[in-house]
């Protein structure tokens, strides 16, 4: 595929993760390490494509009164930094790692106050991407936003030919998927829980989240690709339904994990990869992702290993 590769974060973060031995609620809790990291999900996608080799351009409405993070990583990176420059400061996401439970315990805290003028400058910084191009919308909205915000977006991006990835969840990913079918989404990339949020209904089997994803895809979204953690992740197109697994992974860290995945598919499309292959890479970047803290993978020799790994089923049509 020609073209350039595009994220944009509405609202990016830093994510401060602390590693514990293990977590005691209403007490105090002595540290074992601490590490900050520019983050939010397209932040997240762009940084994994980075490492990849791929290049790639960041935008998004960025805190001025703590911005310097993520120019750091923009710069170490060689990434593309049209982030917008809003008035002041990103969100914290404080990340709680329990050693002992090897679970994580997330506090998120909101952005800076944002609004349509700071829309309708995202758009505008975003109209010059056409056909050939690929567009990953990801994450949450700051405060302020309209909650059509990335549905918006969207819209404009398809009439511009571009590719449209989205990642989101809640009210966000819902008015996406409101869209008439010109302006839906190329591919989504929900977890299970998310898929479920927006579907109305549980999900409990494999089976359901399939028949869940081809509904999505026969809506429009020509492409569905549901994260299942320890299971792997589900792609549904019009063609197939396939699952792909790796055997069971100890991971550093899970942060960020699904922006690997997404780093992955937005990786394979660049390339020109098939499903099965698009899927197997997706799968390797995030299994890759959970032996480092932050943002970053590992080699890319380290990911082909991955890849090689990766166990691939082709799933009943529902």
Do not use: Y
């Not at 540290?31 to 940084?47: D, E, F, I, T, Y």
């Not at 944002?114 to 990801?138: K, P």
């Not at 998927?177 to 898929?195: G, H, Q, S």
């Not at 991971?251 to 699904?258: D, Q």
């Amino acid at each position: 595929m020609s073209g350039a590769i595009h994220t944009v974060t509405p609202n990016p973060a830093l994510d401060q993760t602390v590693t514990l031995d293990a977590l005691r609620t209403g007490a105090v809790n002595l540290a074992r390490a601490a590490h900050v990291n520019a983050g939010g999900k397209g932040v997240n996608v762009a940084s994994c494509l980075a490492d990849w080799g791929l290049p790639v351009h960041a935008h998004g409405l960025l805190g001025r009164d703590n911005s310097g993070p993520f120019e750091q990583l923009f710069a170490a990176k060689r990434i593309d930094d049209r982030m917008l420059r809003v008035a002041g400061a990103c969100r914290v996401n404080i990340k709680l790692a329990d050693l002992e439970t090897g679970d994580t315990t997330d506090i998120n805290l909101p952005g800076p106050e944002t609004g349509e003028a700071e829309l309708q400058a995202l758009a505008s910084g975003l109209a010059h991407l056409g056909a050939g191009d690929l567009a990953v919308l990801a994450g949450s909205l700051p405060p302020g936003l309209p909650r059509d915000a990335l549905a918006r977006l969207c819209a404009q991006l398809k009439r511009q030919g571009a590719w449209v990835l989205v990642d989101s969840s809640g009210s966000p990913l819902a008015a996406a998927l409101a869209n008439p079918p010109e302006a839906l989404p190329d591919c989504v990339k929900p977890n299970r829980d998310e898929l479920a949020q927006w579907a109305g209904r549980p999900l409990p089997g494999l089976d359901d989240v399939v028949r869940c994803a081809r509904g999505l895809q026969r809506m429009g979204v020509g492409r569905v690709v549901v994260s299942l953690g320890e299971l792997g992740a589900l792609l549904v197109d019009a063609d197939a339904a396939l699952l792909a697994s790796l055997p069971p992974q100890r991971p550093l860290s899970t942060v960020g994990a699904g922006d690997a995945l997404v780093a992955g598919l937005a990786a394979a499309r660049s390339q020109g990869l098939n499903a099965a292959d698009s899927l197997t890479l997706a799968v390797a970047f995030a299994a890759a992702k959970l032996q480092r803290v932050g943002p970053h993978l590992p080699p890319e020799q380290q990911i082909r290993e991955q890849a090689a790994a990766v166990s691939l089923q082709t799933l009943a049509a529902a």
